[in-house]
Nanobody, 121 residues
Framework: QVQLVESGGGLVQAGGSLRLSCAASGSIFSINRMAWYRQPPGQRRELVAATTSDGTTTYEDSVWGRFTISRDNANLTVYLQMNGLKPEDTAVYYC???????????????WGQGTQVTVSS
């Protein structure tokens, strides 16, 4: 069973910073992709940032230059450093990984439980 445990959310004033962490555990053979999504109140879940095993990173346009995604492969952990936070960044942030549980096995999709980020103006 794969588990993702997120931490680092909270309340911060506009312009402040937060760092989210997501640690994966369980019988994982390899992780292909690690990502952060967010779901603002009353809106659909959207991709914030992603990083693949070859080092490629992608960001949602509104977070370019403010957020940085990074991963620690040895500890199966992904981070999201969020600087210059804005009220519109308020959302529940979800960690997501795409992984194989065995060599040459299918790619499986896993989600964390979500962590609330609230940015006050």
């Amino acid at each position: 069973q794969v588990q993702l445990v997120e931490s680092g959310g909270g309340l911060v004033q506009a312009g402040g910073s937060l760092r989210l962490s997501c640690a994966a555990s369980g019988s994982i053979f390899s992780i292909n992709r690690m990502a952060w999504y967010r779901q603002p109140p009353g809106q659909r879940r959207e991709l914030v940032a992603a990083t693949t095993s070859d080092g490629t990173t992608t960001y949602e346009d509104s977070v370019w230059g403010r957020f940085t995604i990074s991963r620690d492969n040895a500890n199966l952990t992904v981070y999201l450093q969020m600087n210059g936070l804005k009220p519109e960044d308020t959302a529940v942030y979800y960690c997501n990984i795409v992984a194989r549980l065995i060599e040459k096995g299918p790619l499986m999709n896993y989600w964390g439980q979500g962590t609330q980020v609230t940015v006050s103006s």
